[in-house]
């Protein structure tokens, strides 16, 4: 019974179907190529114009995508230049007679770190400096404590030891030469150089 059943339902579903189907179609009917229409007799091969317009602005819209690549190019690189400047120019400072890292330091190293996990093939060298109060030997000393300080630091955060290079100039090249508490606390600080 069932088995009827379900023929039943199959014949009553496929029948339509088909019918619906080739009911629908419609022939294409190809012309002969012997037999040529009054138009297409009046035309000669040599005197159809192909219109120029589609393959101009294809090599328009080619020469707007070189130009778009040309400047998305430009644009990277000087935003690349602008971040590289920005890691340089980016100094961390320190209280008298001391090479601890302060909170404001340690969140400028941070973005340092960003910068040299995305540039994993840069090298850098970290750059201590101190005011002019102190002997000259202890200075240099304190200079170098104050760029191993920052090299651990990044270390820490996962930079390679050696990406990183320390020096220690003392009070060599002051950025302020006044003798003021303004002037020495700018001339206490790590410097960054990229390699």
């Known amino acids: 019974m069932r088995k009827n059943l379900f023929m039943c339902l199959s ?11 080739f009911s629908c179609s419609k022939e294409t009917v190809l012309p002969d190529p012997d037999i040529q229409s009054p138009e297409t007799q009046a035309v000669k091969p040599e005197t159809i114009d192909i219109p120029e317009e589609p393959v101009t602005a294809i090599e328009e819209e080619g020469l707007q995508q070189e130009d778009t690549s040309d400047s998305d190019m430009a644009n ?5 230049e602008l971040e590289r400047n920005k890691f340089v120019n980016e ?13 404001e330091s340690q ?5 340092k770190v960003k910068w ?13 400096y101190c005011d002019e109060r102190g ?10 404590r104050r760029a ?3 090299k651990i630091f990044l270390q820490d955060m996962g930079i390679a030891s050696e990406r990183v290079t320390t020096v220690s100039y003392g009070e060599e090249n002051p950025i302020v030469s006044d003798k003021n508490e303004q002037a020495w606390a ?10």
Request: positive net charge; charged residues 25%.
């Open 11 to 21: 014949l009553f579903i496929i029948i339509p179907g088909l019918l619906l189907i």
């Open 76 to 80: 990277k690189e000087k935003l690349l």
């Open 148 to 150: 191993l300080n920052a």
């Open 91 to 103: 100094r961390i400072y320190f209280a008298f007679d001391n090479a601890t890292l302060s909170p």
């Open 116 to 128: 040299l996990m995305n540039n994993s093939n840069e090298s850098i060298s970290i750059e201590g």
């Open 186 to 195: 700018k001339n206490r600080r790590c410097e960054f150089l990229i390699k």
């Open 135 to 144: 002997t000259f030997e202890y200075n240099l000393a304190l200079g170098e």
């Open 107 to 111: 969140e400028i190293l941070r973005r």
